[in-house]
C-alpha cells in the first residue's frame, strides 16, 4: 500500500525567502511522485513529477523538489518565494508497476497551505 | 493547453435526492478518475475508469455511486441518494497511457448537501 505524509499542515515564509515543503511517501513498490498546486476555488494544477529519471526535478513557477529514495523524501523547493505562491500544495504518489500499465490511482498528502508575507 | 472540464461548479442538493457530476476529459486520454476533498481533508481516490470498465474503486465507492461514459466523451459521476457527508469538492481526472505521462485534474464541482 502507498501512502504519503507532507510535514506540516501550514507553513508561513515571507516573500523572497525560501520555501520548503515536506513529502515522505510509503511504496512497496518503485513510485511515480507528484507535486500539485491548488489555488482557492480552483482545481489541481501539476507542478512536477519524478517518474524514475533524474533524481532532481525542475518544475513550473521556479519549484523543484529531490527524490531521494534513502530518505523516502520528495520535498518541494523554492529559492525566493513570491506573493503569488501563496495556495494549498499536495504531495502526491502512485505505483510504477513493471510494465507501466498501473491503472495508477493517486494517493495525495494532506495538503500544505502555504503564506507568503510581504 | 487541452483541459479536463467539469460541470456544474457548484451543486446544491437535498438529502435523499440523485445527481449526476458531469466531466468531459481531454480527447486521447484513456484512463479517468474521479476523486474528492472533503473540506479541510485530503484528496481521495474514489474510482479508476479504463477500457470502459471500472477498474479500481475505493471503499468509499459503494454501491451509491456509479460511473459511466456514455458516449465516449463525456464520464459522469453518479450519486444515487446524497447524504449530508457526501458534501465535498469533486475532482475528475484524466491521463492519456503510462502513469509517467501525468495526470489532468478538472477544476472540480463543489456539492453541498442540505
Known amino acids: 500500500a502507498q501512502s504519503v505524509t507532507q510535514l506540516g499542515s501550514h507553513v508561513s515564509v515571507s516573500e523572497g525567502a525560501l520555501v520548503l515543503l515536506r513529502c515522505n511517501y510509503s511504496?512497496?513498490?518503485?513510485?511515480?511522485l507528484f507535486w500539485y498546486v491548488q489555488y482557492p476555488n480552483q482545481g489541481l494544477q501539476l507542478l512536477l513529477k519524478?517518474?524514475?529519471?533524474?533524481?532532481l526535478v525542475k518544475g513550473i513557477n521556479g519549484f523543484e523538489a529531490e527524490f531521494k529514495k534513502s530518505e523516502t523524501s520528495f520535498h518541494l523547493t523554492k529559492p525566493s518565494a513570491h506573493m503569488s505562491d501563496a495556495a494549498e500544495y499536495f504531495c502526491?504518489?502512485?505505483?510504477?508497476?513493471?510494465?507501466?500499465?498501473?491503472?495508477?490511482?493517486?494517493?495525495f498528502g494532506q495538503g500544505t497551505i502555504l503564506t507568503v508575507h510581504p | 493547453e487541452p483541459e479536463v472540464t467539469q460541470t456544474p461548479s457548484h451543486q446544491v442538493t437535498q438529502m435523499g435526492q440523485e445527481v449526476i457530476l458531469r466531466c468531459v476529459p481531454i480527447?486521447?486520454?484513456?484512463?479517468f478518475y474521479w476523486y474528492r476533498q472533503i473540506l479541510g481533508q485530503k484528496v481521495e481516490f474514489l474510482v479508476s475508469?479504463?477500457?470502459?470498465?471500472?477498474?479500481?474503486k475505493s471503499e468509499i465507492f459503494d454501491d451509491q455511486f456509479s460511473v459511466e461514459r456514455p458516449d465516449g466523451s463525456n464520464f459522469t459521476l453518479k450519486i444515487r441518494s446524497t447524504k449530508l457527508e457526501d458534501s465535498a469538492m469533486y475532482f475528475c481526472?484524466?491521463?492519456?497511457?503510462?502513469?509517467?505521462?501525468?495526470?489532468?485534474f478538472g477544476s472540480g464541482t463543489r456539492l453541498t448537501v442540505v
Open positions: 502526491a504518489v502512485t505505483e510504477a508497476n513493471a510494465g507501466g500499465t498501473s491503472y495508477g490511482k493517486l494517493t
Open positions: 519524478y517518474t524514475s529519471a533524474a533524481t
Open positions: 480527447s486521447n486520454h484513456l484512463y
Open positions: 481526472a484524466s491521463r492519456l497511457g503510462r502513469a509517467n505521462y501525468g495526470y489532468t
Open positions: 511504496s512497496s513498490v518503485p513510485p511515480y
Open positions: 475508469f479504463y477500457n470502459n470498465e471500472i477498474s479500481e
